[in-house]
């Protein structure tokens, strides 16, 4: 079993109800067992800025899957939740998207997934809760450090539910 971390987010429906059915779709209890969760985040959009607030978390996990198999994995969890790839504008609006951050110590650019992630540090969407459950995790530099130099303004946790 290898660590993983994934970021989560959404904009598009009632946006925890689907990230909370995309976790548990995502996280069988065997081969991707659930070991951490942020709390949910509502944060100002990326990219393209005329759109509404996403909702954004991370979550640990250890897997038994190749990082492949993951990504291959979370790909099928977003089509299930209404996610077309083919259809969206990039960095629009969307019901769910799914990142792995990071697979253990592995760096990988294989051309369909870069590891680590390779906007990770420029995404307080995604440094703010992954610092929550990761605080010490090293991807370069350690991800409490990279979250406390980052202006997250309009980061903001959100009540649990």
């Not at 779709?25 to 081969?31: F, I, K, P, R, Y």
């Not at 942020?38 to 990082?67: H, K, M, R």
Request: aromatic share 6%; with cysteine; net charge negative.
């Amino acid at each position: 079993m290898t660590q993983a971390w994934l970021a989560l987010g959404g904009n598009v429906g009632d946006s925890r109800a689907i990230l909370d059915r995309a976790v548990t779709m995502l996280c069988d209890g065997e081969a991707v067992q659930l070991t951490a969760r942020s709390a949910d985040y509502s944060t100002p959009p990326w990219g393209v800025e005329d759109q509404a607030p996403f909702v954004n978390l991370c979550i640990a996990v250890e897997t038994a899957l190749s990082p492949q198999d993951l990504l291959a994995r979370a790909h099928e969890v977003e089509r299930a939740l209404g996610r077309d790839r083919a259809k969206e504008q990039r960095w629009g609006p969307r019901t769910a998207d799914i990142d792995i951050i990071a697979y253990g110590d592995l760096t990988l650019d294989d051309g369909t997934l870069t590891l680590p992630h390779p906007r990770l540090f420029e995404r307080a969407f995604v440094l703010v809760p992954l610092a929550e459950i990761a605080p010490e995790l090293k991807i370069g530099v350690r991800v409490k450090d990279a979250a406390a130099k980052f202006d997250a303004a309009g980061v903001e946790k959100l009540p649990p539910r």
